[in-house]
């Protein structure tokens, strides 16, 4: 079963970053990583052309720095009314990639579209951006947002040997 703790809402905040962790790993391709989740980030920019309007940009997370817009890969055209996202000519991405895919399938989820029977073992997280609770950076793994703590602060915290009940 997918996880997911966003809604279409969340979406179209104007910042919204999330991380879709993809459970299955038949589901993508035949990558062998265990550990595969994407961090996207959907910004809203006024559309040029149509007064009014406001246009979403998906981008996909390549860099180190999850708190830096230019550590994100520009990847397509988000539509809110649709909840699909297509690419441009400035996409960074082919179709077949696998951030696309995987942000695909996510969309498909938190607008609880049917999904295709042979898509039907996917399993995916989708899990918004939080903060570690010690040093107050973006969390984007999978792991660091189900404990609310980055790696390193976590063994810092360990390291002072209080006993927990
Ligand atoms: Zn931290």
Redesign the pocket.
């Known amino acids: 079963m997918s996880r997911v703790n966003i809604t279409k809402e969340f979406l179209i905040g104007g910042r919204a970053i999330f991380t879709v962790a993809v459970n299955d790993l038949t589901a993508l391709d035949t990558d062998k990583s265990k550990d595969r989740h994407y961090t996207y980030m959907i910004t809203q920019k006024q559309d040029a052309q149509n007064e009014g309007k406001v246009i979403y940009f998906a981008s996909h997370l390549c860099g180190p720095n999850n708190d830096n817009p230019f550590d994100y890969n520009y990847l397509g055209v988000f539509s809110p009314t649709t909840g699909t996202v297509f690419l441009t000519a400035g996409s960074k991405y082919k179709k077949e990639d696998k951030p696309v895919h995987a942000l695909n399938y996510a969309l498909n989820v938190i607008y609880e579209r049917p999904i295709k029977e042979y898509k039907k073992k996917w399993s995916v997280d989708i899990l918004h951006c939080g903060r570690?609770s010690?040093?107050n950076?973006k969390l984007t793994t999978p792991q660091s947002l189900e404990r609310g703590?980055?790696p390193?602060?976590v063994n810092d915290v360990r390291k002072r040997g209080v006993m927990m009940a």
């Open positions: 570690c010690k040093c950076l703590m980055g390193k602060c």
